[in-house]
């Protein structure tokens, strides 16, 4: 692969790949292979009090779940938007 195929991918993520924290991690690139694992991670992240899985499986799966189902995707956009709102209250006094 050519060095600038490389940079395009870096700031052009595929559909087989996510951004979290400015990581780029690779997902299946089928979608039922992207729901399957997104739906793992979050069942994972339920059972998160349990050895092995973690509580940090749940927005994981989630964020993989919103790149295939439009009711996740506007759900995290929300909750983004929500978030974000409360910290500028915060911030203002």
Known sequence: MSEET????KRFPTRS???VLN???PVPNS???R???????????????LPVFGFWMLPLGILVLAH???RV??????????????GQEKHRG
Do not use: C, P
């Open 6 to 9: 490389e940079q395009a991918t």
């Open 17 to 19: 790949t996510i951004r």
């Open 23 to 25: 990581r780029t991690m």
């Open 31 to 33: 979608r039922r292979g």
């Open 35 to 49: 729901i399957a694992l997104g739906l793992l991670l979050v069942a994972g992240g339920i059972v998160g009090f």
């Open 68 to 70: 295939d189902l439009r």
């Open 73 to 86: 995707r506007r759900w995290r956009r929300k909750a983004i938007l929500r978030w974000s709102r409360r």
